[in-house]
């Protein structure tokens, strides 16, 4: 998968865009963009599928986003099934999708709650069994950011990233993982802790376990939508950008679901990435 440039520095250079310059488009970059997303759902599973729903340029009626998002005429749109969806790999892909977008240099932001579903509905079309939980405006970021965006960023606290040794462990959950004990990985670890999530909750955790890094999901009780698993769709963010780096350095292995792997606290195993090296 080819994003141009080395896939560490986008994910450093995303943000959330939620002002965008109403008076100017990158049709050229749209279409690539569209080009992407065709061949993403082509290798993906059959039951999600992702949209560039394009609209008329300069057309006075928006899609409603509540005032969240300024100056936007484009979406990508997620769809899955109603029952049965997959949120991890359906989040994994819509962030492949998102980094991409960055590459082009266009703005995004995830939206999975502040969104008027009804208007998506109306332009997409989803089959009677299938559901919108999360789309993203798409565009050239203005120059400022609006007061609301400020507001959006300071509360979800969207600057401010729990520490390396807070998320990732060695060999157990009382010892941190240093920048120097996670040798090679640090930087698709580092990915990891950059990536995006819904209220910034960060609620992922690795555990180093010889060669073996072990994917937990550390949820917030009582948080997310019951149709949507959220916090899933954000360990398919973590899953994509650990994936994605390793890759570009060359650090080949593979993700598995292993039948007994480490018990770790009230934590949710999701999988386990086993490099090349160790037999992978």
Same mark, same amino acid.
């Given at each position: ?15 959330? =865009? ?6 100017? @488009?990158?049709?050229? /970059?749209? *279409? ?18 992702? $949209? ?11 899609? +409603? %986003?509540?005032? $969240?998002?300024? #100056? ?5 749109? #997620? ?11 359906? +989040? ?13 240099? !266009?703005?995004? =932001?995830?939206? +999975? ?5 009804? *208007? ?23 120059? @400022?950011?609006?007061?609301? *965006?400020?507001?959006? @960023?300071?509360?979800? +606290? ?18 941190? !993982? %240093?920048?120097? %004990? ?26 180093? *376990? ?29 899953? =994509?950008?650990?994936?994605? %780096? ?6 080949? #292995? ?10 770790? /606290? ?12 160790? #037999?992978?």
């Amino acid at each position: 998968m080819d994003f141009g440039e080395p896939i560490f520095g986008l994910i450093e250079r995303r943000s959330s =865009c939620r002002t965008f310059d109403g008076s100017k @488009r990158d049709e050229a /970059a749209l *279409d690539h963009l569209e080009d992407f997303i065709h061949s993403v759902n082509a290798s993906a599973d059959a039951e999600m599928r992702f $949209v560039l729903l394009r609209q008329f340029y300069g057309m006075q009626e928006r899609l +409603g %986003t509540y005032g $969240v998002i300024s #100056g936007a005429f484009d979406y990508i749109v #997620g769809v899955l099934p109603k029952e049965g969806g997959d949120p991890l790999t359906f +989040g994994r892909l819509f962030e492949e999708i998102i980094l991409y977008a960055t590459a082009l240099g !266009l703005g995004t =932001c995830w939206l +999975g709650g502040t969104f008027q579903r009804a *208007d998506f509905t109306a332009r997409v079309n989803p089959e009677e069994n299938e559901f919108i939980p999360v789309v993203s405006p798409v565009g050239i970021a203005a120059p @400022r950011r609006r007061l609301v *965006d400020r507001a959006f @960023r300071a509360g979800a +606290g969207s600057n401010r990233r729990k520490a390396f040794g807070e998320l990732f462990f060695d060999g157990s959950l009382e010892t941190p !993982l %240093t920048g120097e %004990t996670a040798g090679v990985y640090f930087k698709p670890l580092e990915a990891v802790r950059l990536g995006p999530s819904a209220s910034n909750k960060q609620p992922w955790r690795v555990l180093k *376990d010889g060669h073996n890094f072990h994917f937990y999901l550390c949820r917030t009780k009582g948080y997310g939508a019951v149709s949507f698993d959220v916090q899933k769709n954000d360990m398919g963010i973590a899953q =994509c950008h650990f994936a994605l %780096t390793a890759a570009d350095m060359g650090l080949s #292995g593979r993700f598995d679901f292993l039948p007994s792997p480490p018990e770790a /606290a009230d934590w949710e195993y999701i999988t386990t990435f086993v490099p090349k090296t160790a #037999g992978g």
